[in-house]
């Protein structure tokens, strides 16, 4: 493809949430450390809420990441699809602990052995910590269930956490009156937001740098200012646009991604728009429409 054209060692804008391209800027930086010094408190259920696109998935595979390269210390579980029923997220979770279970064991025992496997890593002073990925997508009822597995605890400390990463529906899903003993038990929340301006191209840098490229950037000042228009600083969206457009760039023979690239790209992308070539900041147009207004006054009173 582009690679050796722009002398990149991997393609740097897949949309697999791959840690290794994790960036550690202002809203990431502080949604990990939280997450971080949340776990190492064991402070019980915590909600990470993001819009679709902004890194949710990344961010949770960089702290699974962390703490798996911590053994003598943490266990961790992790269910990514979690349209489950009260029994089917418990196998999950099961599954997850390297318990061996039948699919059809009865209800009563398959809490039985995850409370044992949970008391005998506790004994062990392991943590465990399960990451639940997309929660706003769980049934009500999963997630109450869920909010009864945690009740499993000994007299000095519960014998697991909960991270919930979810889009913003999971709001209204916690504010029923059936989920606020749910909700009452989330002790640290926090939103990602969108990347601006000069986030956004400092992620483009990033993620060129990580895959091997080290000369000049590689985007025009107005190409950046368009791909960020074009993506609302949505990193997903981001990347998309920017694999588009180095393609483009490639198939022109050209070294830098220009304006009409992105533009081109943003065309080729369902549901992404971009201001036309005559585009006008808002305040260029208003501040135009007194001028005229203007004109038009100080010429009708020269003609009467």
Not at 148 to 158: G, V
Not at 220 to 245: M, W
Not at 269 to 281: A, D, F, Q
Request: aromatic residues 10%; negative net charge; proline residues 4%.
């Amino acid at each position: 493809m582009y690679l050796q054209h722009f002398g990149l060692r991997e393609l740097p804008f897949t949309l697999t949430p791959n840690a290794h391209f994790f960036l550690n800027m202002a809203s990431y930086h502080k949604a990990y450390n939280m997450l971080m010094v949340s776990l190492a408190n064991a402070e019980g259920f915590i909600k990470i809420v993001g819009e679709v696109g902004t890194g949710k998935t990344m961010l949770c595979r960089k702290v699974l990441n962390t703490l798996e390269e911590d053994k003598e210390s943490y266990i961790t579980a992790y269910i990514p699809n979690p349209v489950l029923s009260p029994k089917g997220l418990f196998l999950a979770f099961a599954e997850e602990l390297d318990l061996n279970v039948e699919q059809d064991i009865g209800y009563h025992r398959l809490l039985k052995a995850i409370t044992e496997k949970l008391v005998e890593y506790s004994a062990n002073s392991k943590q465990v910590v399960l990451f639940i990925d997309e929660a706003h997508a769980m049934p009500e009822q999963t997630l109450e269930a869920l909010r009864l597995l945690t009740n499993i605890e000994t007299e000095q400390a519960k014998l697991f956490q909960v991270v919930l990463f979810a889009q913003p529906e999971i709001d209204v899903a916690l504010a029923q009156p059936s989920l606020r003993q749910l909700r009452q038990r989330i002790t640290f929340s926090f939103t990602i937001e969108s990347l601006d301006r000069e986030g956004t191209e400092r992620y483009v840098v990033h993620r060129l740098a990580t895959a091997g490229y080290n000369g000049p950037f590689l985007f025009t000042r107005r190409a950046v200012d368009n791909l960020y228009r074009a993506s609302e600083g949505i990193p997903r969206v981001i990347n998309i646009l920017c694999h588009k457009a180095l393609m483009v760039a490639f198939g022109r023979g050209e070294r830098t991604v220009q304006i009409d690239h992105v533009r081109s790209a943003a065309d080729d992308t369902e549901g992404v728009e971009l201001p036309s070539n005559n585009y006008r900041p808002a305040f260029i147009a208003i501040a135009g429409i007194f001028v005229g207004a203007a004109l038009i006054f100080y010429v009708g009173r020269f003609y009467l």
